[in-house]
């Protein structure tokens, strides 16, 4: 089992659609996670971070369920300008850890 | 707000030539890494530093070399360029080894 899976997609929607994301980890001790976004031929930005009890900002929300071991981005009500590519992120535990695992990362067009 | 910053922004080299990739962050960040992104492949780690005058191998360190030149700067090396190692290099930094990740804004390599 790969360290991080997400979603393959790509999700084609439709403006004003909501759609939502997966992604599975592998490390049961695993500390923090994210969501970063990704336009293209850009660098990846910070969306949200992710919290045990899950959190929202404005149309997206993150959840973590750690029985699981998965996380999940809901987007409501899409924009054109959501289209970008969506990286899950997850820092392993391990001793002294500074690595950062990536996802290959869900491709999102929101279409008019 | 420069953040962090990476030069050249594109280059090309023939096979078997070096050179060096330069980052530097105005962040007064303890921690910083080197990333590759191929298509298919997602974000994967060549290097990190944790601090200044530390560095660690991450998962795919071969065929590169890094020099954390003091806490500001980390410098990638291709001693002797391959086609493998054409890519989308991403430089990144963030304090500690929590939180957000901040990226530049990445260096296009092509190996002929």
């Known amino acids: 089992r790969k360290e991080v899976e997400q979603d393959p997609g790509p999700f084609n929607v439709p403006e004003g659609a909501t759609v939502a994301f997966n992604c599975t980890y592998s490390?049961?001790?695993?500390?923090?996670f994210f969501w970063y976004r990704q336009d293209c031929r850009k660098e990846p930005k910070l969306l949200m971070s992710?919290?045990?009890s899950g959190n929202e900002d404005g149309r997206f929300t993150a959840q973590l369920n750690r029985a699981s071991q998965y996380i999940s981005l809901l987007i409501r009500d899409s924009k054109l300008s959501d289209s970008a590519t969506y990286l899950c992120?997850?820092?392993?535990?391990?001793?002294?850890?500074?690595?950062?695992?990536f996802g290959k990362g869900t491709k999102l067009s929101v279409i008019p | 707000n420069a953040g962090v910053t990476q030069t050249p922004k594109f280059q090309v080299l023939k096979t078997g030539q070096s050179m060096t990739l330069q980052c530097a962050q105005d962040m007064n960040h303890n921690s910083m890494y080197w990333y590759r992104q191929d298509p298919g492949m997602g974000l994967r780690l060549i290097y990190y530093s944790a601090s200044e005058g530390t560095t660690d191998k991450g998962e795919v360190p071969n065929g590169y070399n890094v020099s954390r030149l003091n806490k500001r700067e980390f410098s990638l090396r291709l001693e002797s360029a391959a086609p493998s190692q054409t890519s989308v290099y991403f430089c990144?930094?963030?304090?500690?080894?929590?939180?957000?990740?901040?990226f530049g804004e990445g260096s296009r390599l092509t190996v002929l």
């Open positions: 490390n049961s001790a695993s500390q923090s």
């Open positions: 990144a930094s963030r304090t500690g080894n929590t939180g957000e990740l901040f």
């Open positions: 992710v919290y045990s």
């Open positions: 992120v997850v820092n392993l535990a391990r001793a002294g850890s500074y690595q950062l695992t």
